[in-house]
């Protein structure tokens, strides 16, 4: 493709805005917007004077697909709208990229997921923080074997700290109808792809959710999780909305060695010998195999790769690269943290993969009884809004 690529911004609140900014100041090469949709006319008469440009204005989401000059658009409304528009986007011929999540519940993203191979177009998610270095880095570590077989994770992220101010400030928030999920969905579903990303997806969940434990609101805002990996390995998640000065640590150990992530810096611990042999064979009671430690990377110049990801996305409609982060993987980490929920509902420790009726099932029942009963039609239909959940 040798013109620049068109796109579609479905969503001018947050992070439509945010999106839009990007091309406007020249960050994404190759590309330009030609369109933008939110169902708020004061949303989108506000993103025209933040940021004025050629490009037309829709009143909906689908009518924008139907009806704009473009090539592809970026999904910025709220969780539950993503996969119907994305399947509307697929049917008219258009690639997607979609904001986190790719929807709320796995019986939906299937459906998606299908429509985007049948379509032949690209799928994108935007997973950013798999362009940060440290979390690629990271990845590349456990794909090429260094740490030897995985025994222990464990991932503490309570760096989310949020007042109710911030949950007061939409009728959406925090709630199962307009956003199927707290703390989990909105804010550590970076975590949970990655943790699916380093490691792949455990056998089992066990999981703790506190509903409502620091905040006035409905949907989850604690999680503590335990996830066993099979042979052995296991894992513990913990991230909550509610602890102030919070931290964000991420540690993998494994049988020659261990990787520690916090603070901008990732290091690698190596042992001289596998740990496994070592403790068969060591003639004492208390030795320990000797060990190496190094500081892999360190960065300092933050962490927000939204940037990366556009442009590997326009790179990948252009022909010039494969796509960096496949949309279809969106999924796990929708199980992931479906079955994190569903554990917590039922008592029960989780099989995976998840049945996806029964954490549907599960869900619709919270919904009828949510705070926000109105939003619930976006399970099924466009509800194309003016914010994109951040």
Not at 73 to 84: D, L, M, Q, Y
Not at 103 to 112: F, L, S, T
Request: with cysteine; aromatic share 10%.
């Amino acid at each position: 493709m040798d013109t620049q690529v068109k796109f579609g911004i479905i969503g001018a609140g947050n992070m439509g805005a945010i999106h839009l900014g990007f091309f406007s100041d020249g960050r994404i090469e190759n590309a330009i917007v030609t369109a933008v949709a939110d169902i708020d006319g004061n949303k989108l008469r506000q993103i025209r004077a933040l940021r004025p440009g050629n490009y037309a204005c829709f009143s909906s989401g689908a009518e924008l697909i139907e009806k704009a000059d473009v090539d592809a658009v970026i999904i910025a409304t709220p969780h539950f709208s993503h996969p119907e528009l994305a399947k509307a986007a697929f049917q008219k011929g258009l690639h997607v990229l979609s904001e986190k999540p790719t929807g709320v519940y796995g019986k939906q993203i299937v459906e998606m997921n299908e429509a985007a191979a049948k379509s032949g177009k690209l799928f994108g998610v935007m997973f950013n923080q798999r362009a940060n270095p440290l979390h690629m880095a990271l990845h590349d570590q456990m794909q090429s074997g260094a740490i030897g077989r995985l025994k222990r994770v464990n991932w503490i992220i309570t760096n989310w700290y949020r007042t109710q101010h911030y949950y007061d400030s939409g009728a959406w928030r925090a709630t199962w109808a307009g956003e199927g999920g707290g703390v989990l969905i909105n804010q550590a579903i970076h975590q949970i792809d990655l943790l699916q990303w380093f490691v792949g997806m455990p056998r089992r969940v066990r999981a703790f959710c506190g509903f409502g434990r620091w905040h006035d609101v409905e949907v989850e805002d604690d999680v503590t999780a335990y996830l066993d990996y099979g042979d052995g390995a296991s894992g513990v998640f913990v991230t909550s909305t509610g602890e102030p000065h919070g931290v964000n640590r991420l540690e993998i150990v494994g049988t020659t060695g261990k990787l520690h992530l916090e603070n901008g810096v990732l290091t690698r611990t190596l042992f001289d010998v596998d740990e496994r042999a070592f403790c068969s064979t060591c003639e004492t009671g208390f030795g320990q195999p000797n060990a190496q430690t190094e500081e892999l990377l360190r960065m300092t110049d933050g962490f927000d790769r939204h940037v990366d990801v556009l442009n590997r996305f326009v790179a990948a409609i252009r022909g010039l690269e494969p796509l960096f982060v496949d949309g279809r993987e969106g999924i796990q980490s929708i199980r992931l943290m479906n079955a994190m929920l569903l554990s917590s509902w039922e008592n029960r420790e989780i099989e995976m993969p998840l049945d996806d009726d029964a954490y549907f099932a599960a869900l619709r029942k919270r919904i009828a009884t949510s705070r926000k009963k109105e939003a619930a039609a976006g399970i099924i239909e466009d509800n194309s809004c003016s914010f994109g959940g951040f």
